[in-house]
């Protein structure tokens, strides 16, 4: 078990990123050279996102009894939500995955998550974490605040057959990141500069952002091969299977400074994340929480699919903190849809295997038709459950 930090260490080194010296620096320093905008930085930035901005894509009319996938997807269907999306040219791309900031507090609410299709929550150093959100069948205006690399997010641009964009990285994190097939994927402040990663913050925070438009027309202008992907993977039906059991809030504890609980709503059939609010150095017995929300939409953050998945993880460096996840093969793992729980497997059989789920029986498991947020926990978490609610409490040994 990870031991507790106290506040003071958890907000000075989640303030920091690696830098390219390999020490610890801060990626969202102001640039010399470069004023703080007062403005957003992107024209086309509204309040109200687009028709093809909705976190609520347009259904097929009439859903098919067998679901969508786990190959085979209609054009018009997004292989990341299985549904029909408004504007079926978004599908005709890499997806787009951006580093987002979840530590310190002051940086949420975060811009641009309630219009991903996926986002990835997982351990990054010293009892924080980050998200990595994909994007495909949505585009956002915004999207940030952008952090630096980890090792781990090779994994999901090979995947998802991603761009990456980003802050920095340790010089060693950068040094993998760049020696592989797809370091031309990978999008940093520099030399990529403004569009497509800008800064911006009225009131003072100075804040990497990116538009995903953006990102895509720099892509192209880059020359990245920027065609329609092979995600084949998922499988998708609107009929929750058999052997469930009822669900009404799941916790996923990393830390003494970061840990969240999902409330189910029937009403709407997701689930909703309230992130911590204050540090509990009492291990769970005074656990603060606040709704998260999106700065961009103003829609609170949820999931039509909650998965959580146990990875193994190893130290790359113990000082600094650098981890490092072996997250190939197959391994145990958590989804909650529909306000039911289910145990299953999840699966990556090859690098570019986009990750889905089997059941007990060895069949594709379905995830509901909707964006999905996963949590990646290792494989030495405790799993509890107590009536209708779950908890899991991260662990590396």
Not at 27 to 47: I, V, Y
Not at 159 to 167: E, L, T
Not at 171 to 200: G, H
Not at 281 to 302: F, S
């Amino acid at each position: 078990m990870r031991k507790v930090l106290w506040i003071t260490l958890l907000a000075a080194l989640a303030l920091s990123a690696c830098g390219p010296n390999g020490t610890l620096a801060q990626p969202t320093e102001t640039p010399s050279a470069t004023s703080l905008p007062s403005a957003s930085p992107f024209p086309t930035q509204t309040p109200t996102p687009a028709a093809t901005d909705t976190p609520t894509p347009t259904v097929t009319p009439v859903y098919p009894s067998e679901g969508y996938g786990p190959a085979g997807f209609p054009a018009d269907v997004n292989p990341l939500t299985g549904l029909k999306v408004a504007d079926s040219t978004l599908l005709e791309r890499r997806p787009l995955v951006i580093k987002v900031s979840n530590l310190p507090r002051n940086v949420r609410p975060q811009w641009g998550l309630s219009l991903a299709d996926i986002v990835y929550e997982y351990y990054t150093e010293e009892g924080t974490t980050r998200f990595i959100a994909l994007f495909l069948g949505n585009n956002a205006d915004i999207v940030g605040p952008i952090r630096s690399a980890r090792l781990f997010d090779g994994n999901i641009i090979r995947m998802y057959k991603a761009i990456m964009a980003f802050g920095s990285g340790d010089i060693r994190v950068r040094n993998r990141l760049y020696s592989t097939e797809y370091a031309n994927r990978l999008v940093s402040e520099y030399p990529a500069k403004c569009p497509p990663m800008c800064r911006y913050e009225p009131n003072g925070a100075n804040h990497l952002i990116t538009n995903t438009a953006k990102l895509t027309q720099y892509a192209k202008q880059q020359g990245i091969d920027n065609g329609r992907q092979n995600l084949d993977g998922m499988f998708f039906n609107f009929d929750p299977p058999t052997g469930g059991q009822s669900v009404e809030h799941i916790f996923a504890r990393f830390s003494a400074a970061i840990y969240n609980r999902w409330d189910y709503d029937p009403a709407t059939g997701k689930f909703v994340r309230n992130a911590e609010s204050a540090d509990d150095l009492t291990g769970g017995l005074n656990e603060k929480y606040a709704p998260l929300t999106d700065r961009l939409t103003n829609e609170p953050i949820t999931a039509d699919n909650l998965v959580v998945i146990l990875v193994p993880h190893e130290y790359y460096s113990v000082v600094p903190e650098i981890v490092d996840m072996q997250f190939s093969g197959t391994g145990t793992a958590y989804i909650f849809r529909d306000g039911q729980a289910y145990k299953v497997k999840w699966n990556r059989p090859t690098a570019d295997s986009v990750l889905s789920l089997t059941g007990e029986d060895g069949k594709p498991f379905p995830f509901k038709p909707g964006n999905t947020w996963v949590e990646v926990m290792g494989i030495y978490s405790k799993a509890e459950q107590k009536g209708n609610d779950w908890r899991f409490t991260f662990s590396i040994p």
